[in-house]
């Protein structure tokens, strides 16, 4: 089994930054480097949604909402992928999930969360 365990959320003002990280651990069947990563977030009242993925060599994508202001990046050395957040708006406070996709049986993991507030 894979874990994933967020860390780096908290309350910060509009226009500020958080950097989020998610440290993979487990029995994947090679290694974090050929999972595909992603962040996604849900607010109250809202659906989930994919804020941005990595996959295992690396190319991004992102929802149109944070293009330009978040980065995801990847450390296949300490297992760890991580969301930088730039320019935090009011609309980007929700919980922020990690997730894992297996290459091999397309089965995902998910994090327990971490809540990110955007508030003055």
């Known amino acids: 089994q894979v874990q994933l365990v967020e860390s780096g959320g908290g309350l910060v003002q509009p226009g500020g930054s958080l950097r989020l990280s998610c440290a993979f651990s487990?029995?994947?069947?090679?290694?974090?480097?050929?999972?595909?990563m992603g962040w996604h977030r849900q607010a109250p009242g809202k659906q989930r949604e994919l804020v941005a993925g990595?996959?295992?060599?690396?190319?991004?994508e992102y929802v149109d909402s944070v293009k330009g202001r978040f980065t995801i990046s990847r450390d296949n050395a300490k297992n760890t992928v991580y969301l930088q957040m730039n320019s935090l708006k009011p609309e980007d406070t929700a919980v922020y999930y990690c997730?894992?996709?297996?290459?091999?049986?397309?089965?995902?993991?998910w994090g327990q969360g971490t809540q990110v507030t955007v508030s003055s």
């Open positions: 997730a894992a996709e297996s290459p091999i049986t397309r089965q995902t993991y």
């Open positions: 487990g029995r994947g069947l090679r290694g974090f480097s050929i999972y595909a």
């Open positions: 990595i996959t295992s060599g690396g190319s991004t």
